[in-house]
């Protein structure tokens, strides 16, 4: 069962959600991190580059794969996953960028690609961060009929278009495809942590917690997961009721 954390300070929440990669390294430098982006995520790797720079992590000896990323936008594009992870995270540790894993989004052959990264993933992750769509999407695994387990090419939903758009800088489009870890990908984790934010995920959150499981709300899978947590804050956790969610202590 999905353990929920509700937050009554997100910095409380993102606190906790970056010792968990503190603890996660101090017990395997090695670890193999499974990252997300997403405006969730930026204040977790705030708070890392801060630990980071306070001396209490290093990332030296870490390998970070990323969930997904647009297909046609080259590293360098300033609207890549690429480019928002060496922005908010990469370029600022000591983590080697050959161990820095994203998909290849401007591949010629896409499907070679996605193959490529798939052969990428054979270590089991330590720790997989995810974030949440308002469609209940975990990486960019949409609402479906079906679900694919492995790396692939897929379609964006209209609502994963729509609320990618704020976040991209210019007058570029948002590309309405992207390669995206599959759902057996994302579980191949001893952990999976979910991040979510404010009153537009307080339905997506109670559905993914709804004790159904459907491939049309691809996040209600984590609750196969065993073990995985949701860390929300009040806005987030707003439609779940007051015995499936936990209060954590204050953190330190
Ligand atoms: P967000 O995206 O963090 O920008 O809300 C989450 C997601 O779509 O997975």
């Known amino acids: 069962m999905i353990q929920v954390m509700e937050y009554e300070a997100t910095a409380d929440l993102y606190k906790d959600a970056a010792q968990m990669v503190v603890e996660t390294l101090a017990a395997r430098p090695e670890a193999v991190l499974g990252l997300a982006t997403g405006a969730t995520q930026v204040p977790l790797y705030r708070e890392l580059v801060e630990l980071y720079g306070a001396g209490r992590v290093s990332f030296r000896h870490a390998t970070c794969v990323n969930l997904d990323e647009y297909v046609g936008l080259a590293p360098s594009d300033p609207n890549s996953y690429h480019t928002y992870m060496r922005n908010h995270f990469y370029d600022h540790v000591d983590v080697d960028p050959r161990r820095c894993l994203l998909p290849e989004g401007d591949a010629t052959d896409l499907t070679a690609a996605a193959a490529r990264y798939q052969r990428l993933l054979e270590r089991r992750r330590d720790i997989q961060f995810l974030g949440i769509g308002r469609n209940g999407h975990i990486g960019f695994n949409e609402p479906n009929d079906e679900l694919i387990l492995g790396t692939h090419v897929t379609g964006l939903n209209p609502v994963t278009v729509a609320d990618s758009r704020q976040y991209f800088h210019g007058s570029q489009a948002v590309p309405h495809q992207a390669v995206t870890m599959g759902v057996g990908d994302i579980f191949f984790s001893e952990r999976i942590v979910l991040l979510a934010i404010g009153e537009d995920k307080a339905d997506a ?13 691809p996040a209600s899978l984590l609750q196969l997961h065993p073990q995985a947590i949701f860390l929300v804050d009040q806005e987030a956790a707003a439609k779940l009721s007051a015995d499936r969610k936990r209060v954590p202590a204050r953190s330190a």
């Open 205 to 217: 959150i109670a559905r993914a917690l709804s004790g159904r499981v459907s491939t049309r709300h």
